[in-house]
């Protein structure tokens, strides 16, 4: 616990019903975060069962200086993925971080599974076992509507994580919501709570937390602070436009993937661009506790459910992740249409990106004649089309038939099962982000610790490269695991990712020194290569060997700006990141 000499976690049995707090000097060295809570999955997994075995842990990890300092909001999760088998790391912001420091815990460790649906309710002296029986077959909304008004918490100062009917039907690519516009998305956190009977967590606490050197905190704060939300600053255009400004920007340079990564443009990229979205639908913008930039973009969505023009309205979230997923990449040209299908993810509580890249992969598998409607889609599943993609992914979150149940393990596992791999648009068994930029994109994803394009940014390294200018497989090599080995420090505290900018090794050093915890670069350069080569021995553990993996041939078909990829240098670029992987955590 930040100005304490130990860690705080907190242990949940789901099958006793029980719960014991430990005081942890020995996990000081991991800092925070996803530090504690790599460590903490490693203690607690068990490499030999599946990843949805009862005994298998959840961890959710706040930073070590979490809603200390302004746009420090995430929490991590650690878990064993349904998805890809191996490492599940996932964060959120919203209010999460900031409910666990005000109840007392650095990190939670979810163990067993309940003998009926439960969800918990955690303050700074209890874990409180509530049945959620009525809350089964409920979606996120109905879910958190519920606890609100049933569970005593201060408004702000509370936060409710719950997951839809996907988790609760262990669809491998499940979701948990955070609050509302926030979740934990990638790898299948959603699936592990259904798994557990676990339909939500509500977390609160009016813990105090005590500044031993007031001035010099606030001062640091202050400075901090003026940077994150000056006008025309480094985090202006997060709340300007937010992310989905990159969507001209990429289609402009051919790297939007798009139509199942078919092609990498849209025509008309203004009609769906952020300017669009911003002028026509956005209704307002949120911040996590403890950021004063206001990243989360609102729109409204109007559903019309009646003739004679009758509609409600939803504020539906929207950034660039979810534009490509559920726009582009399904072929999708309307505002409102994008909309719908965003907040019908929502409802089901799947991960947006996967639930894109699926609905990708099945309506060119049905176009190819590879699978039929009468035996497998149901429904005539096509690009472009927003109803019958609404409904395909309630027929995924349901489980409906045979067919369902497989694109519910993931695109990677489906195409195992009815072919269409080389289109199957996964790297590591993880659906692919936003991005088709060149080798960066594409092995940055291969060989990062969660198959995630933010542990290492590879589309960055493409972008910064000049025409013409040669690649050579051992720099683009460095470049990755230096960035990955960065941010393994950057999230042991937790940062939000969009204020890597603000929090350089000075700025960070100057925050460790404000709060009594004296951090030179050499220390966070060690506790940074702890912390990844922790997660190397637990993907080692679980049978991960990056030589193995399979990449799609359409990543090397379909051009990038700088044209196609060439498979044998793509898989260079592997082999020497993998001579690097071994200096940091040898075989």
Known sequence: MIYEKFIRVLYVDMTAQTSRVEEREDLMPYIGGVGIGVKLLEENMHPDLPPLAPEQPIVLAMGALSTVFPVITKTVALFVSPLTGELGESYAGGRLAFSMLQAGYDALVITGRASQPFYLAIDETSVKFRDARPLWNTNRDDAGRYIRDNEPGARGKRSIIRIGQAGENEVAFACVTVDRYRHFGRLGLGAAFGSKLLKAVHIS????????????????????????????????????????????????????????????????????????????????????????????????????????????????????????????????????????????????????????????????????????VEEH???????????????????????????????????????????????????????????????????????????????????????????????????????????????????????????????????????????????????????????YATKVRIKRALGYDNKQVKIPKRFFQTPTSYGALDEGFAQEIIDEFNKLVNEVSPV
């Open 205 to 372: 606490g009016e813990r105090s937390l005590p500044v031993h050197d007031f001035k010099q905190y606030f001062g640091v704060y202050r400075q901090l602070y003026a940077i994150a939300h000056k006008p025309g600053g480094v985090m202006s255009k997060y709340h300007d436009q937010g992310t989905p400004i990159n969507i001209e920007a990429l289609n402009a340079i051919g790297a939007l993937p798009t139509r199942n990564l078919q092609t990498t443009r849209v025509d008309e990229p203004e009609k769906i661009s952020g300017e669009a979205f911003a002028e026509n639908d956005l209704v307002r913008k949120q911040a996590c506790v403890g950021c004063p930039v206001g990243c989360i973009h609102i729109a409204q969505y109007r559903r019309a459910f009646a003739d004679g023009y009758e509609y409600e309205t939803h504020g539906v979230g929207y950034d660039y992740e979810l534009l490509f997923a559920l726009g582009t990449f399904v072929d999708l040209k309307e505002r409102q249409d994008i909309l719908a299908l965003i907040h019908e993810v929502e409802l089901c509580g799947l991960d947006a990106m996967s639930a894109g890249v699926a609905l990708g992969w099945a309506a060119e598998m049905l176009d190819r004649g590879l699978v039929n």
């Open 377 to 531: 889609t149901l429904i005539p599943v096509k690009f472009g089309d927003v109803d019958s993609l609404k409904q395909t992914l309630r027929y995924i979150s349901s489980a409906e038939n045979d067919f369902y149940r497989a694109l519910g393990g993931g695109v990677r596992h489906a195409a195992d099962i009815y072919g269409g791999a080389d289109f199957a648009m996964q790297l590591g068994g993880n659906e692919m982000p936003g991005y088709h930029t060149g080798y960066g994109s594409v092995v940055g994803v291969v060989v990062s610790a969660r198959h995630s394009h933010l542990c290492n940014a590879g589309y960055s390294i493409d972008q910064a490269l000049k025409p013409g200018e040669p690649i050579e497989a051992a720099v683009v090599a460095k470049k990755l695991l230096t960035e990955e080995l960065e941010r393994c420090m950057l999230n042991s505290l937790v940062i939000c990712l969009f204020a890597r900018k603000v929090y350089d090794r000075e700025t960070v050093r100057k925050c460790f020194a404000a709060v009594g915890r004296e951090m030179t670069d050499d220390e966070l350069d060690e506790a940074a290569r702890r912390i």
